[in-house]
């Protein structure tokens, strides 16, 4: 399967900072990228589908200018939570599809907002 | 609405036992049927993958699909201490092609433990 990394694994920050995530296709060239959300005892939510040189599609619920998305390379799409907040502490993980239907994923990013 | 349903678990099963774990799921027009592993704090890891009618074999592992019962199932014989996780069941209820590769909808996952 495909070979994806996400970066950091694991982020503390403060109420109000923004943070960065970033996931990393290392074996293919990934048009298409999932992001999705756990929360503890939850089962995945997507969040956004990325896709390389054009805007994110975002699932019903997740707000668009709070969750940033860009997929500038086919190697790399990262996601921005802006003006964190304590609910915003989850499991973030990213997927890659490779023009078919099967997905991979990244190890997660696990997200904590003091 | 577009659900996965998984029966709720957790499910509990001597090693050297078979698992069953099911999966229901509610749009009728949905073509590509995947099992992920996930462990306690990890990400998932894909298992298997079912298009067609029938049961897929894998190792100790073995997919059934019945698109007419909109049921598919895993079942893990032999189960091994280290097949303790949870397993979720996903679809693709998107084939609109284009963008919408690869979309997939979860279930809520079901918690399997496997004892000495």
């Known amino acids: 399967g495909a070979v994806v990394s996400q970066h950091p694994s694991r982020v503390i920050c403060k109420s109000g900072t923004s943070v960065k995530i970033e996931c990393r296709s290392l074996?293919?060239?990934?048009?298409?990228m999932f992001w999705y959300r756990q929360f503890p005892k939850q089962s995945l939510m997507l969040m956004a589908t990325s896709n390389e040189g054009s805007k994110a599609t975002y699932e019903q619920g997740v707000e668009k200018d709070k969750f940033l998305i860009n997929h500038a390379s086919l190697t790399l799409s990262t996601l921005t939570v802006t003006s964190a907040h304590p609910e915003d502490s989850s499991f973030y993980i990213c997927?890659?599809?490779?023009?078919?239907?099967?997905?991979?994923f990244g190890p997660g990013t696990r997200l904590t907002v003091l | 609405q577009k659900e996965v349903e998984q029966n709720s678990g957790p499910l509990s099963v001597p090693e050297g036992a078979i698992a069953s774990l099911n999966c229901t799921y509610s749009d009728r027009g949905s073509q590509s049927f995947f099992w992920y592993r996930q462990y306690s704090g990890k990400s998932p890891e894909l298992i298997m993958s079912i298009y067609s009618n029938g049961d897929k074999e894998d190792g100790r592992f073995t997919a059934q699909l019945n698109k007419a019962s909109q049921y598919v199932s895993l079942l893990i014989r032999d189960s091994q201490p280290s097949d303790s996780a949870t397993y979720l069941c996903a679809v693709n209820m998107d084939r609109a092609g284009g963008t919408s590769y690869g979309k997939l909808t979860f279930g809520q996952g079901t918690i399997l433990t496997v004892h000495p």
């Open positions: 074996d293919f060239q990934a048009t298409t």
């Open positions: 997927s890659q599809s490779q023009q078919t239907d099967t997905q991979y």
